[in-house]
Antibody, heavy 117, light 110 residues
Framework: QVQLQQSGPGLVKPSQTLSLTCAISGDSVSSNSAAWNWIRQSPSRGLEWLGRTYYRSKWYRGYAVSVKSRITINPDTSKNQFSLQLNSVTPEDTAVYYC???????WGQGTLVTVSS | QSVLTQPPSVSGTPGQRVTISCSGSSSNIGSNTVNWYQQLPGTAPKLLIYKNNQRPSGVPDRFSDSRSGTSASLAISGLQSEDEADYYCAAWDGSLNGWVFGGGTKLTVL
């Protein structure tokens, strides 16, 4: 049974960087059969996949076109976790952010991130 | 504007059978399996159905899905009051190289 525990601030100022972390238990971030996603949900955009990272002899990352220029997802093997960084945020980035497993079968608890000055 | 299309709402009475449709394209539903999620207010979506009508442990067999071409449907039989929730479909999109979701369907049990 995989468990995902999210952490990070709930308030970010416009133009700054949103940073969230997802700690994994019950699996390894470096597993050759796993992948790790970030998804967000807002009333205006619904559920939106942001990107993923996974390890297949080397690290791979894939990002949604809508955020590709602003997003970085990184693994942290020493802490068995992965992170999301979203740069140059605007109020449009206000949403509940979730980390999920490869098939979105397990979800973190969600973090409401509000972008406001 | 979600990539997968779902009806905004459906309703039914206790004991009834309801279906929720999900329409996509050849790059998502037409070539990959569909997942269905149930979301209760204030909680994360919960996986209901995956990989061609498979149910995670604990999900009753009142929930089932089917697929035809570029569309899928979630069926809920023996409707219960606790089924009142938002339901989402999702699939991997090979053209976008990412997961795509439906806009969600609110199920009301009358």
């Amino acid at each position: 049974q995989v468990q995902l525990q999210q952490s990070g601030p709930g308030l970010v100022k416009p133009s700054q960087t949103l940073s969230l972390t997802c700690a994994i238990s019950g699996d390894s971030v470096s597993s050759n059969s796993a992948a790790w996603n970030w998804i967000r949900q807002s009333p205006s955009r619904g559920l939106e996949w942001l990107g993923r990272t996974y390890y297949r002899s080397k690290w791979y990352r894939g990002y949604a076109v809508s955020v590709k220029s602003r997003i970085t997802i990184n693994p942290d093997t020493s802490k068995n976790q992965f992170s999301l960084q979203l740069n140059s945020v605007t109020p449009e980035d206000t949403a509940v952010y979730y980390c999920t497993t490869k098939e979105n079968d397990y979800w973190g608890q969600g973090t409401l991130v509000t972008v406001s000055s | 504007q979600s990539v997968l299309t779902q009806p905004p709402s459906v309703s039914g009475t206790p004991g009834q059978r309801v279906t929720i449709s999900c329409s996509g394209s050849s790059s998502n539903i037409g070539s990959n399996t569909v997942n269905w999620y149930q979301q209760l207010p204030g909680t994360a979506p919960k996986l209901l159905i995956y990989k061609n009508n498979q149910r995670p442990s604990g999900v009753p067999d009142r929930f089932s899905d089917s697929r035809s071409g570029t569309s899928a449907s979630l069926a809920i039989s023996g409707l219960q009051s606790e089924d009142e929730a938002d339901y989402y479909c999702a699939a991997w999109d090979g053209s976008l190289n990412g997961w795509v979701f439906g806009g969600g369907t609110k199920l009301t049990v009358l």
